[in-house]
């Protein structure tokens, strides 16, 4: 059985649904991702264009973008990271809380970019664990949705989602039934 | 513009004859006060750009190059300034909007604004130890800790230099055509590490 897979079972009387906790997590997980813009350069502008309606990211679920780490879980680094910058945008990071993914949108986010320099971050993988890379420069807003339906499908498929390693350590979630 | 009105009340400025509009190199000690006399006795009222510049080969390396506007006259006026031991007069105080020009101008080059109401860098962070545009700094960058220590010793990354040889925009194996964009200064790259 694929982890994302479901069962019903008409068999069974009423409506009831047999599944595993993993699947039901990740899929709920999946479709309500809470996008932080961090926004830094031009692929910004991309990145609002996907949030309106002519691309529209409402129809996969993560319409709801917001500006405080706290209540987002997946940062969407849209532009050049400056070393000056770095910093920000780790402790922005490391205020999310977890489960937590990072998207890198462009070239610039993705690998410097362009910006090979004494000023320019090489890639924001190199101070965040990134985990789709969308590539353009600046991407798309199609590029862009399919970036963020990559990372839903990762997040579907991930393993032991109760369960996660963070920076070495085991975070488990409990279920109070 | 009234030249004569300029070279006659500060007699060391020297007219280098500019081909787009009139240019003076103006002694440092004469700068505000020639910068006041264009203001308000010519209509210079716009500080359109101030910059620094660096000439390796000239006695003084730094300078100062401004352009103001008048906004009645419609025209330009360049002044050039040596900056001796680095060293130039702030017009922050005539001209408000040369308040971050300078600023950047000390970040890049290191050119101290006398009397300048916020000198601190704009574009590197606090606490940089080089000024990139200086000739001799190299393209590349040099190595210098991250500016936020924490994130330095969770994330172990330092502010790394990134040749342009072995870069995205550079083939392997030598250029594939005239128009392939590249470094000029390839002195230190990954193929000749610096000595």
Sequence with gaps: ?177 | MDAATLLSRFPATQDLAGKDMPTFRVAGADLLAAVRFLRDEQGFDLLADLCGAEWPDRPTRFGVVLHLLSTAGKEYVRLHVDAVDDRVPSVAALHPGANWHEREAFDMFGIVFEGHPDPRRILMWDGYPFHPLRKDFPLAGIEVPLPAADVAAVTGQTVEPAPMMGGPFVSPGGKLSEGEPSALDQSWTEQHPKA
């Design chain 1, 1 to 177: 059985m694929v982890k994302s897979d479901f069962g019903y079972n008409s068999k069974v009387e009423g409506e009831v649904i047999v599944t595993r906790a993993d699947a039901v997590v990740n899929w709920v997980r999946s479709h309500s991702v809470w996008p932080m813009p961090m926004g830094l350069a031009c692929c910004a502008i991309e990145l609002m264009a996907s949030g309106g309606s002519r691309f529209d990211i409402s129809r996969f679920g993560m319409e709801v973008m917001r500006f405080s780490p706290r209540q987002a879980d997946c940062m969407i680094v849209a532009g050049t990271v400056t070393y000056k910058m770095a910093e920000v945008v780790r402790r922005i990071y490391d205020q999310m809380a977890e489960p937590k993914w990072v998207v890198a949108m462009g070239a610039c986010a993705s690998t410097g970019g362009m910006y090979r320099s004494y000023a320019t971050l090489q890639g924001v993988d190199n101070i965040v664990p990134v985990d789709v890379y969308i590539s353009g420069c600046p991407p798309r807003p199609e590029a862009l949705l399919d970036g963020m339906m990559l990372l839903q499908e990762k997040i579907r498929n991930e393993g032991g989602s109760l369960r996660r390693t963070f920076r070495g350590r085991t975070v488990e979630t409990k279920i109070v039934s």
